[in-house]
């Protein structure tokens, strides 16, 4: 009895996986054949998620505006055409307005932020959020990002008296948690002179994933319904108590005290107490709770120091193994302070082979590997037959479309000449989307570039990087890394000017 049992429960199951592996045969879609349990994430523990997806992006290319693939046994929509990433994330965008990344606000409040958050809540928050990140706004942040960096710059100097051999993800991870720490908490972090305070130490937790927690990540943002009936959180309790701990004390603070600055935490604080941001009067989005304003200032954080550090330490990983580019890019930095007299907010802004050499980094090294949309409602495809079904994700290969020899030849070889005037103007804007884009495109995108810029400056102008032994050539990327993170770090040998 319990042996007839066991097979009709095997033979279903074969049946239910058969079943949902044929969704993109029947509907004539090309795919690539999915292998069980996994999908087409089956070599996920040995590649990074971008590896997975570029080498289904270049299998599918050719085939119509999208392909087919699958995570675990959930049918994907895979983007393959510029024309089509451009209807997705602008064109059509009422139709993929939502990310489709896994957030449970009950049980793990600070994972329901402007990036995973959805429908009219986001849109509403969006906009009472993008006064935060004006040229005003930025210029008013300038002078605390200098500075951090002119600790930084000391901090450097001593470090290359020592030997000269450091390890610069690290450090300028330390560099940025400083500044997001001052701008979004109002708080003096210490992690330049302390590499173990509590800033830095959570910052680590927050991007230290094993490989089954990973997978559990994944798996939750496939069956979302099923994780949160399980009260499953993605965030670190840690981390969590941390960081919600930090917001009520810096609120609590500012408020008994009558505090105002010109910071992220300002702005939120009004929204808390429901003020009505000049020339939005009319918003109808209610008071925030302490929750969704710590969940605000987390993202932000982990956005600021994650996103910026690496795109700074790749970025000068290429310039020590590119001497010439690293002078070029040196004698930008000089000519741009002859011009200026000091490193202002205008001069930042004039340094256009910095901008060219940051592009390039972000281009080979996207913070975000691939952007997700969930479909909010039936979808036919421009000039198919094709109906993409409410609910199903659709993903842009950001990586894949980077590293596409069409778009950019030779891709693995790092050139910033591709970010000329001249080349930019003459490619598919929608082939370079590190920011993705449209209305759902990076809030923060101009202070992170405004804090790489700074950096970069600061350290071009008075120390010169070669490559160290410690470092691979070409790096090797960890597997199981939501970001591209090098293996054994970034070793950079550094020379005082």
Same mark, same amino acid.
């Given at each position: 009895m319990?042996? =007839?049992?066991?097979v009709?429960?095997v033979?279903v199951?074969?049946?239910?996986?058969r079943r949902k592996? #044929?969704?993109?045969?029947?509907?004539?879609v090309?795919y690539i054949?999915p292998t069980?349990? +996994?999908?087409?994430?089956g070599v !996920?523990g040995k590649?990074?998620?971008?590896?997975?997806?570029?080498?289904c =992006?270049?299998?599918l290319?050719?085939?119509g505006a999208?392909?087919?693939i699958?995570?675990f046994t959930n049918?994907? /929509?895979?983007?393959?055409?510029?024309?089509?990433v451009?209807?997705?994330?602008i064109?059509d965008f009422?139709?993929f307005?939502d990310?489709s990344v896994?957030y449970n606000?009950?049980d %793990?409040?600070l994972s329901?932020?402007?990036?995973?958050?959805?429908?009219t809540?986001?849109r509403?928050?969006r906009?009472k959020?993008t006064?935060?990140f004006t @040229?005003?706004?930025?210029?008013?942040?300038f002078p605390?990002?200098?500075?951090?960096?002119?600790?930084?710059?000391?901090l450097?100097a #001593?470090e290359?008296? *020592?030997?000269g051999?450091?390890?610069m993800?690290?450090? &300028?991870?330390?560099?940025?948690?400083?500044?997001?720490?001052?701008c979004?908490f109002?708080l003096?972090?210490n992690?330049?002179?302390?590499?173990?305070a509590e800033? !830095?130490r959570?910052g680590?937790?927050?991007?230290?994933?094993?490989?089954?927690k990973?997978?559990?990540?994944?798996?939750?943002?496939?069956? !979302?319904n099923?994780a949160?009936a399980?009260?499953f959180?993605?965030?670190?309790k840690?981390?969590?108590r941390f960081?919600?701990g930090?917001v009520?004390?810096t609120?609590? =603070?500012r408020?008994?005290?009558n505090?105002e600055?010109?910071d992220?935490?300002? &702005?939120?604080?009004?929204l808390?107490n $429901?003020e009505q941001s000049?020339?939005d009067?009319?918003s109808n989005?209610g008071a925030?709770?302490?929750e969704?304003? /710590?969940?605000q200032?987390f993202?932000?954080?982990?956005?600021?120091?994650?996103?910026s550090?690496t795109?700074?330490s790749y970025?000068?990983?290429?310039?020590?193994?590119?001497?010439?580019?690293?002078?070029?890019?040196? +004698?930008d930095v000089?000519e741009?302070l002859k011009?200026h007299?000091?490193?202002? =907010?205008?001069?930042?802004?004039?340094?256009h082979?910095? %901008?060219?050499?940051?592009?390039?980094?972000? !281009? *080979?090294?996207?913070?975000?590997t691939? &952007?997700t949309?969930k479909?909010?409602?039936?979808y036919?495809?421009p000039?198919?037959n094709?109906?993409l079904?409410?609910? @199903?994700?659709?993903?842009?290969?950001v990586?894949?479309?980077?590293?596409d020899a069409?778009?950019?030849?030779?891709?693995e070889?790092? %050139?910033?000449?591709?970010? @000329?005037?001249?080349?930019?103007?003459?490619?598919?804007?929608?082939?370079?989307?590190?920011f993705g884009e449209?209305p759902?495109n990076?809030?923060?995108?101009r202070?992170?570039?405004m804090?790489a810029r700074?950096?970069? $400056?600061y &350290?071009?102008?008075d120390?010169?990087f070669?490559?160290?032994?410690?470092?691979s050539v070409?790096?090797?990327?960890?597997?199981? #890394?939501?970001?591209l993170?090098?293996e054994?770090?970034?070793?950079?040998?550094?020379?005082?000017l």
């Amino acid at each position: 009895m319990w042996l =007839y049992l066991a097979v009709l429960a095997v033979t279903v199951a074969v049946f239910w996986v058969r079943r949902k592996y #044929s969704y993109w045969e029947e509907r004539g879609v090309a795919y690539i054949k999915p292998t069980f349990p +996994a999908g087409n994430l089956g070599v !996920r523990g040995k590649q990074h998620i971008s590896a997975v997806m570029k080498r289904c =992006y270049d299998q599918l290319k050719g085939s119509g505006a999208f392909g087919g693939i699958f995570f675990f046994t959930n049918p994907v /929509a895979l983007a393959l055409d510029l024309d089509f990433v451009k209807t997705v994330l602008i064109k059509d965008f009422d139709y993929f307005h939502d990310r489709s990344v896994y957030y449970n606000e009950k049980d %793990d409040p600070l994972s329901a932020h402007l990036f995973t958050m959805e429908g009219t809540k986001w849109r509403n928050l969006r906009t009472k959020l993008t006064s935060t990140f004006t @040229s005003g706004k930025m210029k008013m942040m300038f002078p605390t990002i200098t500075g951090v960096a002119e600790e930084f710059r000391k901090l450097m100097a #001593s470090e290359a008296q *020592k030997g000269g051999e450091i390890e610069m993800k690290e450090i &300028l991870a330390r560099f940025t948690t400083d500044v997001i720490g001052n701008c979004a908490f109002g708080l003096e972090c210490n992690s330049l002179h302390d590499p173990d305070a509590e800033f !830095r130490r959570m910052g680590k937790k927050i991007f230290s994933f094993g490989t089954w927690k990973l997978i559990l990540i994944i798996l939750a943002q496939q069956f !979302r319904n099923i994780a949160r009936a399980l009260h499953f959180a993605a965030i670190d309790k840690e981390v969590s108590r941390f960081f919600m701990g930090a917001v009520k004390d810096t609120v609590e =603070y500012r408020e008994k005290n009558n505090v105002e600055r010109n910071d992220f935490m300002n &702005l939120l604080i009004k929204l808390k107490n $429901a003020e009505q941001s000049k020339g939005d009067l009319d918003s109808n989005l209610g008071a925030l709770s302490i929750e969704e304003v /710590a969940a605000q200032s987390f993202v932000f954080f982990i956005a600021g120091f994650e996103t910026s550090s690496t795109a700074m330490s790749y970025c000068l990983y290429e310039l020590a193994l590119n001497s010439e580019l690293q002078d070029k890019a040196r +004698a930008d930095v000089m000519e741009t302070l002859k011009k200026h007299g000091s490193m202002t =907010y205008e001069a930042i802004q004039d340094m256009h082979y910095i %901008d060219q050499c940051i592009n390039e980094s972000l !281009r *080979k090294y996207p913070p975000v590997t691939i &952007l997700t949309r969930k479909v909010s409602k039936a979808y036919k495809v421009p000039g198919t037959n094709h109906i993409l079904e409410q609910g @199903s994700t659709m993903i842009v290969p950001v990586y894949g479309i980077h590293h596409d020899a069409e778009y950019y030849p030779d891709p693995e070889r790092y %050139d910033p000449d591709r970010f @000329s005037p001249a080349q930019f103007s003459q490619r598919n804007p929608y082939c370079f989307l590190p920011f993705g884009e449209g209305p759902r495109n990076c809030i923060g995108m101009r202070f992170g570039l405004m804090q790489a810029r700074v950096g970069l $400056a600061y &350290l071009l102008k008075d120390f010169r990087f070669t490559l160290s032994g410690k470092t691979s050539v070409p790096l090797k990327i960890i597997p199981n #890394s939501p970001v591209l993170t090098s293996e054994g770090g970034l070793w950079l040998n550094v020379q005082k000017l």
